[in-house]
């Protein structure tokens, strides 16, 4: 009988790791997607439990069903991912959660880089030859982050099209964004800087609903997303209140809410 392969459980940057293999069947997400819904209905006055689905990127189906060897960690909201100046190791992609990043300067001043959501690559500067990470990775929300060795990335990049051709969209559409973020911050007021900002923290780029819940944030994390002052954030939050922009809720019921109509102030002239 052949021996049972040794348990590959193990730490990763203080987060819970294991091994992630393409033919391992991943377990359901308990607290995103994968939460289990009592979604109660009536069949011949039968009454019936149906799991809902847990969210599929991309990213994570091309590493399952390509077997990239990969590891897993989880991150609480607040957790360092990884440091400025820490040794850059592997590419990192956020299967769950929103990842912050931001930057210090030899004077001490800290500035955000950008706000990564859930099927974001992270760490990518390391395919590029960076040794050295030249930003601070912070968890926003609870995070499920995936690790691919550089030289395992770079390997898999040479030989598979698929994963080739969605790393270029990812770069693609990041460049994108980092254009569009040094446009808000030269051209745009205030205001606009800010909406534009929570429309982005509840992922209002790519869904139709009539609102959504924006994550748990602070109010010197928004100062520094927007280069705005603290005063200036409170003044603008109440403003977006009065006027049925954000609407706030229980925490059973979602939290702070940012309704669609928000976006009647970045498209404004």
Known sequence: MAPRPPSSRHRVDGGRSHDVRGA??????????????ALRQRDGGAMTRQRARPTAHKGGILFRSLHVATTSATFEPFATI?????????????????VKLSAMSPQGRTAVVCELQAGALLGEGALAGQRRR????????????????????RRRLHGEVALSDWLRSQMLAR?????????????????KRLARALLLLAGFDGH???????PRISRTALTDMCGLTRGTVDRLMNSFRKRGFLERQTLQNGGLQIHRSMMNVVLQD
Do not use: W
Not at 82 to 98: H, L, N, P, S, W
């Open 175 to 191: 460049n994108a964004r980092l254009e569009q973020d040094i446009v808000d911050h030269i051209f745009n007021g205030t205001e």
């Open 82 to 98: 990884f440091a400025q100046g820490d040794r850059c190791a592997d590419v990192m992609y956020i299967e769950k959660g929103r």
């Open 134 to 153: 030249k930003s601070s990775a912070e968890a926003m929300t609870a995070c499920t982050i995936i690790r691919i060795a550089t030289a395992e990335m």
């Open 24 to 37: 391992a069947r991943p377990r359901a997400d308990r607290t995103a997607g994968g939460t289990e819904m």
């Open 208 to 214: 139709q609903l009539p609102r959504r819940a924006l």
